[in-house]
């Protein structure tokens, strides 16, 4: 947890701080054109995959046989899917009517092929939680890749730029790997040994596939009614509440998962597993999105400048979805980690079906705001789906995980509600009132979590070292 932190910390970090650069150095049309084609990258990416590094480390003793296969099954989908989209890249770009999709799309794609050679290392090290490798390498490829883009962008490459940097951050983990992770490929490739693994991770990756689409539809609308610059907007809004919801989440699912491989026969600690990490999570990232939600507008005219202002009610109400986003993941790698694959699949297959007509209902009727209550019905019906799952299959009951969430919930809105009304009393300026939004809400919730002291909040302190909570030894020198 403790490395997978520093790499999750260190790349929100480099992605902030470039970020910042990147939105003065970049337009709204570069930022996209990348969005336009996320769909396509996203569900390619899934076929290069195909579910079968979640299947590996699901097995409990994968063989040489194994990572050969799926190596050599990676590499021949993932060659095959560039093709497709080196091919298509020309009717895409007249699907959106600006040529330069093509070429971008091209290059872009490259990153299909070069991932394709990590899959296994990658794999193996998640297994063994070397994270500490991870997390090195990762950091060390920000750096270089943020840097890149960066002066790309001050030299005038547009879009380019963004396309560098996915490419960097594909390319020196593949090749730090390679030779960091000693196992190599032999020349075998067994059917049963696909099969087997085909087994569990064929509906992961129709899983996966569905999720891609569901997850970038919106992009897909709004780059087709609207134009680049309104994609651009939706797109920046978009990153931006994905960092703070998801940053956290991303750091414990990536733990969490081997992990729940490794007890998926014992249901009870299992359960105990998922309820900490629950109330963990929402006790950490609700407060963030509540106040990201009353101090947008500041937050975006500081970090972007005002060039930004029409991302901030796209922001806002996509907050209102990242509340419910932070906590899917750790139900639904819980129903993967058991071998539930099937069950994932046609309950995903329900979710998106859902989502999908929920995102087009609300783009045809009310346009693009619309559109963002749809993202918003999306993402809360996907988190009561994913808890009926856990409720079902592993026993931690949905009424008992709501109850868990409550405190943490209530008291986030109660703060949020106050530190409104007392702004819109005041009648600040836009920084002095976002600063006063952010003390009033962080003086309401730390004094209830210092006076009550919620479950979730010793959960809390258990991420934490010892030595780094100096509240907790003045605490205790002072019972002394």
Known sequence: MLWTSIQMFAGIGMSFISGIILARLLTPFDYGCIGMLSIFMGLAGVFTDGGFGS????????????????????????????VILFVCAPSIARFYKIPLLSSVLRVEGLVLIINAFNVIQNSQLRKKLDFRAISIVTLFTSIIALGTAIWMAHKGFGVWALVALY?????IPTAVFWFYVKWRPTWTFSWQSFNGLFGFGFFIFLTNLINSFGQRIQGLLIGKVYNPTTMGYYSKAESTEQLASTSISGIMTQVTYPLYAEVQDDKEALSNMIRRLTMTLAYITFPLMFVLLLCAKPVFVLLYSDRWLQSVPYFQMLCFAGLAGCLQAVNYQ??????????????????????????????????????????????????FVNISLVSKHIGYKVWRQVCDLLPVAITSLIAAAVSYVASCSLHWSMYPDGMLRFFVYLLIYLGWSFIVRPEAYTYFLTVIPEKFRFWERKKSSDGR
Do not use: C, E, H
């Not at 490419?167 to 390319?171: E, F, T, W």
């Not at 079906?353 to 609300?362: L, M």
């Open 334 to 383: 819980a129903i993967s980690a058991i071998g539930k694959s099937k069950t994932m699949f046609v309950w995903t297959l329900l979710k998106r079906v859902v989502g999908i007509i929920a995102v087009v209902s609300g783009l045809l009727f009310y346009g693009i705001r619309g559109l963002l209550v749809g993202v918003i019905i999306n993402y809360w019906f996907s988190y």
């Open 167 to 171: 490419l960097i951050s594909a390319a």
């Open 55 to 82: 299947a590996l480390i699901q097995k409990k003793q994968p063989t040489q046989t194994d990572y050969s296969t799926i190596f050599f099954w990676n590499m021949g989908v993932s060659v095959l899917v560039y």
